[in-house]
C-alpha cells in the first residue's frame, strides 16, 4: 500500500473496501481474469482511486500474501523459532482453520503460482527459516520436499470433503513428514 493518507479513515476505508473486494474476487475467479476496472467498479470506487493505494493488481497481491505470511509467523512463532513438526502442525492449522482464501490459494490449480509465491513467502519469514542441513542444495530439497508434501496432503484433504477431523489430519500429516511412513499410527476408522 502507497504510504500517502495512511493514517485519514477515509483511505483506511477504501483499503479496505479495495481488499474486501479482490479477496472476494479471487474466492469466485481466477487472477488473471480480475481487472482494475472491475475490481474498482465492484468496491464503489474508481480506478483512479485504485491507483492512490496501489501501482498494480500485483502489488495488491503481494501485499495480502505478504500479511498472510506475517499472520501465520505471528500466530504460530510468537516467541521465536518453532520446532519442525510445530511447523507442519501450525501451518496445517492455520490453512484448514476457516480460511476461505488460504484454502482457495491453496487447492485451487489456478492458483498455483500464488500458493508457491505465499510459501516463499512463509518461508523468507525469520521465526520459521530452521536449518536442517549444512548444505545450502540439501536444504533447498528439504524445503521443497515439506512444502510440496503438506499442500498435497491439504489438497487431498479437501478433494476428500474433510472426512478426517481436522485435529485428527493435523497430527496424521505431522506424524507422516516428520516420521514417514513408518512413523504413522495404525489408521482410525474413519
Known sequence: MKE??????????THDAICKTF?????????????IKSLAKLANINRKTFYLHYNSLDDLLEELLQK????????????GKLDLEGLIKDFF????????????????????????????KIKNQEAINERIEE???RQNIIDAFFSAAILEILRQWVADQKRIPQDDITVFATQLLCHGIHGVKAPRST
Open 135 to 137: 548444505s545450502q542444495y
Open 23 to 35: 479477496t472476494e474476487m479471487l474466492l469466485k475467479m481466477d487472477y488473471e481474469k480480475i481487472t
Open 93 to 120: 492449522l492455520f490453512a484448514t482453520d476457516d480460511n476461505a482464501l488460504m484454502q482457495h490459494i491453496i487447492c485451487d490449480e489456478g492458483c498455483h503460482y500464488i500458493c508457491a509465491k505465499l510459501i516463499r
Open 4 to 13: 500517502e493518507g495512511k493514517g485519514d479513515l477515509r483511505v483506511q476505508r
Open 68 to 79: 498472510m505470511a506475517d499472520e501465520f509467523a505471528r500466530r504460530n512463532a510468537p516467541n
